[in-house]
């Protein structure tokens, strides 16, 4: 029976049917209470019995039932509420600048840009001539009036959809064209849709399941690729030419089902790349953009725990001539190097190092422009941007090179809008806990910085009367673990202010230390706010990752159960006035930590949760699953069974007293199925021993992110807030 799963007769004292929320007058809302269908699973010699397996039928009406029971009893407790969530949502939504623009940037003598309406909940997609380059094809003439162009309105577009989400937005070199897909689901399926910017018209023809998408050179082809219709893993890449009658011709199809694949086309417009990755291992194919029908060729294949990642510049550049590509590798240590290597030679042994691998610096990414390039590095668990003069001839590429320097203990900086390739500035987005988005352009050469817009903030923003701070919690092996954090100036820190702990720590992403207007609405009522990065993450670049997946998982947990200790010890909160948030894989940390440490916690947060971690990664069959053995672990493999077994909130769920907890997910989540939270809720009612409430939302037309509609999230985050502070004993 090893690896089977087989129906075990339910114990009829435990076997009960969903509560109705028919009740008395007056009377406290009853929760609903989920049938027992016991299933059996036996598995390298190991027996479990999941008693809610029924749930992953999406389509039972009972199942439906069942979810709109779990709303209904969630609505009931939170209704005393409703004045408070309404509060909540008028302040946050008094912070925002409704009717607004983007700050416009430049693509082949155009400005593109977005603006958002007041009252409406997505944005439309704009562009105008540039008025700096009349001399492009194109380009504005002298005395002629500047008109917009609108591009596209994603609020015409999602009518008759409770949800949509946009993708996909590439214009033709000749600015004819628009390849545009959207989601009409939250399922993060994408149709690719062909517009004629000309006419206004877009073709009757659409593309399903699409995943990347480029142009080629010629205005006519057009590359993209699809994911599997199970799996929803990117897998084949497609080239499609306009008006053709042809069938499209399938150029490449990815075998291997730890990898996808992808395809974009360089800032410099010379290439197509077509890259194939899994968690440990890429290769790249490119193709010149000017001769989209000839065969993508290698720049290195494939080898077991080798990543590369490429970009291309035309030339000539000192000591190299024409055509090159500067390639990221981890083939000299996990923190990455760069190196460049001819177009005609890009095999590994003609790489040349410009910038060595340093093990406290990782290189994240490296970006290349006409004189410059820009790196994205991580060191101190902080990003920092580097500029390197490509007009240097020097060896030593860091030699050529400077940091663009940022002064706050904790921030957020990341590359923005910089689709043009001979450019003399960098434009780039910074923010921090208590410093609003701001939009930047930085001169590569006087190394000036010009701020085109920081997000407005109404309602009489202050920044000066909030602090912002680095901590290092000590971790169970002596590792140091940063927390970022923020409170009101006047918030007293004598243990008693209430503190909400934010935590992921998977697959190498960074939390980003990012302003937030509606967390605003917890610091002015004496809520701090605070980050753990814990290993898994990013933050400290990938041996940080390394040290808390796989085998080395539970460092992930036990981290963040210090940074908690921590903040306690230094009398910024105390376990009675602790909450924890986290979200998808960071939903599993919120299960984890609470399963081994209850006491620890007051609230708990939990969206679109991965709770059902072993049942999950022994089913092939769904979305991601195979793709993350690498990060997880394949329970097929037996020490990998027991060492999942070990952490998976729903198989640990125990007899015992839990926090207060709020769980959230939607109908058609792709990334963590709606089933996982709603198994791990109805066992948990079954065991839990305390009186806290336990609360389970599910949105029946959204997928893994949530609402689409700014409103509509805003109405998300208030209730999120009324229920978080009301269990913290705050009500107004």
Known sequence: MDGQKSPVNPDPKKTSEVISEDRAPGAAPTPPLARREPVEHILHGDRRVDPYDWLRAKGSPEVLAFLEAENAYSDAVLKPTQEFQEKLYQEMRGRILETDLSVPYRLRGYLYFTKTVEGKQYPYHYRRRDPLHATVPGGVREGEPVREELLLDLNQLAEGHSFLGLDAFEISDDSHWLAFSTDTTGFRQYTLYLKDLRTGETLPGRFERVTTVAWAADNQT?????????TKRSYRLYRHILGSSDPDTLLYEESDESFHVKIARTRSGGYLLATSASHTASEVR?????????????????EDNHEYYADHHPGPLPGFGEGLFFLRTNSGGRTFRLVAAPVRQSAPEYWRELIPCRPEVM???????????????????LPRLR????????????????????????????????????????????DSFVTPRSVFDYDVRTRERVLRKQQPVLGGYDASQYLSGRLDATALDGTRIPISLVYRRDTPLDGAAPLLLYGYGSYGISVPVNFNANRLSLLDRGVIYAVAHVRGGGELGKPWHDAGRMKQKQNTFTDFIAAAEHLIAERYTSSQKLAIQGGSAGGLLMGAVTNQRPDLFRVVLSQVPFVDVLNTMLDAGLPLTVGEYEEWGNPQISEEYFRIKQYCPYTNLERKAYPAM?????????????????KYVAK????????????????MGAGHGGASGRYDYLREIALDYAFLLTQLGIRD
């Open 684 to 699: 948990l009612r079954s065991l839990k021993t305390d009186s806290h409430p336990l609360l389970f939302k599910i949105n």
């Open 662 to 678: 709020l769980l959230k997910t939607a109908l058609n989540d792709s990334q963590v199925m709606y089933w996982e939270p709603a």
């Open 363 to 381: 290189l994240a990414s490296a970006e290349a422009f006409q004189d410059h390039l820009v790196l994205l590095e991580r060191e101190g668990g």
């Open 222 to 230: 057009l590359f993209y690729t699809v994911e599997d219709e199970l």
């Open 286 to 302: 490119f193709l010149r953009a000017a001769d989209p029908l000839a065969q993508f060729q290698f720049i290195a294949p494939r």
């Open 387 to 430: 500029i390197v003069d490509l007009r240097a001839d020097n060896e030593n590429a860091l030699a050529s090179s400077h940091r663009i320097e940022f002064t706050e203990p904790a921030y957020n900086a990341s590359l923005g809008d910089n689709p043009e390739f001979d450019v003399s500035h960098v434009r780039f987005h910074y």
